[in-house]
């Protein structure tokens, strides 16, 4: 079955980081773009992040450019969020996609993972 599980959420102050991964099972993610995605309680879905498959485009949100940094590791079938400098505004829960490049940065994807809670509070 081919499914997307998202790790490495949790609990950090205002100023730390996470690392987000994202690992494909039942089938490679090396044809597909990748993104990462963001909920708030109360809130819309946000786009933060997409690598396209050859890494060589990626999106970013106005509201993390500079802090988030999204990789790919195409051996290990996983993507990465490396966030920095996290804000209590960041908090929310964290869902990776694939799909087509610019459908991902519209806001469509093909499979979803289930997500995983960022909380930047001290």
């Known amino acids: 079955q081919a499914q997307l599980v998202e790790s490495g959420g949790g609990l950090v102050q205002p100023g730390g980081s996470l690392r987000l991964s994202c690992t494909a099972s039942?089938?490679?993610?090396?044809?597909?773009?990748i993104g990462w995605f963001r909920q708030a309680p109360g809130k819309e879905r946000e786009g933060v992040a997409c690598i396209s498959t050859s890494r060589i485009n990626t999106y970013y949100a106005d509201s993390v450019k500079g802090r988030f940094t999204i990789s790919r590791d195409n051996a290990k079938n996983t993507v990465y969020l490396q966030m920095n400098s996290l804000k209590p505004d960041d908090t929310a829960v964290y869902y990776c996609a694939i799909g087509e490049f610019r459908a991902i940065v519209a806001g469509v994807a093909q499979i979803w993972g289930r997500g995983t809670q960022v909380t930047v509070s001290s």
């Open positions: 039942g089938f490679s993610l090396d044809y597909y773009a």
